[in-house]
Every structure is written in C-alpha cells, then in structure tokens.
C-alpha cells in the first residue's frame, strides 16, 4: 500500500495531501481561495510572457474581413481591410504588405497554372490509352 504523500502549498503555505493520481507537480491545494490565487498566478505570467496578444487579437479582428469561402478563393485580397490597416500600421508598411501580397498572388496562380500544363504535358506521354485517360480525368 502506497503512503499517501504530501506537500505544501504555495499559497498558503499549509501542508495538504496531494489527490490521488495527481502528479508531484500539484503545488496548491484544494481550498478554493488557493485554486482562485494559482489561477490569477497562472494567468499573470501567461500575459507577461505575452504581453502583445490582446492587441494583436483585436488588431486582427479589425483587419481581416468576414467572407464566403467562395468569396475568399475568387479574391483573396479582399480578406484584408486595406484602409483599416493603413490607418493601425501607417501607409508605407500597409502598402508594401498588399503590394507583395499582390505579388505573391500572381506567383502562386501563374506557379500552379504552369504545374497543370506540365502535367497535362507528361500525360500525353503516358504510354498507355488508359492510363492516360485515368491522369486526364485527375487534371480536369
Ligand atoms: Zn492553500
């Protein structure tokens, strides 16, 4: 039979039995003024270590527009508030943001429109009437 085991807590400083199964990292006891306390704890150093979430949260909120997927795939752009951002980011970041984005847009379209024709290219090579149908099908 296992002893029960012990420790103290960190709040209070009273000795408490840790709870079955609970692991030696348990530092706080059950009274729920101790929990309340941990918790506080807890959530000081998580926004210390992560001191700019909530304005980044709120500034992404602000910026990215609810859309439609099909919306979304049709102009991908458009997810963006681009005058919102140039108002929370100043003009030359906001500009050079949707500029590269523009770019990059055009590159991931011209990049997979050139990988298709490349493929459709390689299938009229498959030697075989049917397989060549079969990566046909699989392009269209
Ligand atoms: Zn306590």
Redesign the pocket.
């Known amino acids: 039979m296992a002893l029960p085991r012990f420790s103290r ?1 960190i ?2 400083n ?1 000795p ?1 039995r840790l709870s079955k199964g609970a692991s030696a990292k348990q530092r ?2 059950s ?1 729920p003024e ?1 929990r309340q306390e941990a918790h506080r704890r807890a959530c000081a150093r998580w926004r210390k270590k992560h001191p700019t979430y909530d304005r980044e949260t709120r500034l992404a909120k602000r910026l990215v527009r609810k859309t439609t997927l099909a919306d979304w795939l049709r102009e991908p752009m458009a997810a963006i508030d681009w005058a919102q951002a140039r108002d929370d980011v100043g003009l030359a970041t906001a500009v050079l943001v949707e500029e590269w984005a523009k770019v990059f847009l055009v590159w991931a379209r011209e990049t997979v429109r050139l990988q298709i024709a490349e493929a459709k290219r390689l299938s009229h090579e498959v030697p075989f009437p049917r397989a060549r149908e079969k990566v046909s099908a699989k392009l269209e």
Do not use: E, P, T, Y
């Open positions: 807590c709040i209070c009273k408490f706080v006891c009274a101790c």
